[in-house]
T-cell receptor, first 113, second 114 residues
Framework: NAGVMQNPRHLVRRRGQEARLRCSPM?????VYWYRQLPEEGLKFMVY????????ESGMPKERFSAEFPKEGPSILRIQQVVRGDSAAYFC???????????FGSGTQLSVL | GENVEQHPSTLSVQEGDSAVIKCTYS??????FPWYKQELGKRPQLIID?????GEKKDQRIAVTLNKTAKHFSLHITETQPEDSAVYFC?????????????FGTGTLLAVQP
């Protein structure tokens, strides 16, 4: 059973470009969570999705950030018009149950130049 | 608001000693408390978890205790080894409406000196 798969592992963007981060949950998991991690900080909740539904986006900035988890394919975290402050590690996690036993992917390190 | 505080931020112990990391949470409805270990450059991995109907749980050299009245929980690592060196995160479940998510503490960097 493959774990949570995230790609790319590293993503470099210039200010103003778009960043697309992908996450495939573990087989059988229908709950997907995105977290952001800054150096020497904890994991900050961004958004919780189930298939075709955003359940909780209270941690996601209202502008420039969006997330989806379509019926087919991976979950996508999209950041438009990136700024230097968006540089961080973005982790996706999936769960077989609502909010418990999260299994994390290897993360995407976003660097904005 | 929803908050999990974690102390200390760094902890250095000698190999073989015990290490204790403490967390407090704000949501009295929280009922699930996992601990994650993150090695440098790697993903966080679940090492132990506890539910609110249990006061203590052990798994070999690690144990977690929970005090619901005081809203705090702790991770105990005994007979520490150099491979225990990592960042440890506590978390608490937060429920509200249709959502149930984990809120994480800010992490503790544990260094085990050989």
């Amino acid at each position: 059973n493959a774990g949570v798969m995230q790609n790319p592992r590293h993503l470099v963007r210039r200010r103003g470009q778009e960043a697309r981060l992908r996450c495939s949950p573990m087989k059988g998991h229908s709950h997907v969570y995105w977290y952001r991690q800054l150096p020497e900080e904890g994991l900050k909740f961004m958004v919780y999705l189930q298939k075709e539904n955003i359940i909780d986006e209270s941690g996601m900035p209202k502008e420039r950030f969006s997330a989806e988890f379509p019926k087919e394919g991976p979950s996508i975290l999209r950041i438009q018009q990136v700024v230097r402050g968006d540089s961080a590690a973005y982790f996706c996690a999936s769960s077989p149950n609502d909010g418990e036993k999260l299994f994390f992917g290897s993360g995407t390190q976003l660097s904005v130049l | 608001g929803e908050n999990v505080e974690q102390h200390p931020s760094t902890l250095s112990v000698q190999e073989g000693d015990s290490a204790v990391i403490k967390c407090t949470y704000s949501d009295s409805a929280s009922n699930y408390f996992p601990w994650y270990k993150q090695e440098l450059g790697k993903r966080p991995q679940l090492i132990i978890d506890i539910r609110s109907n249990v006061g203590e749980k052990k798994d070999q050299r690690i144990a977690v205790t929970l005090n619901k009245t005081a809203k705090h929980f702790s991770l105990h690592i005994t007979e520490t080894q150099p491979e225990d060196s990592a960042v440890y995160f506590c978390a608490a479940s937060i429920s509200g409406g249709a959502t149930n998510k984990l809120i994480f503490g800010t992490g503790t960097l544990l260094a085990v000196q050989p």
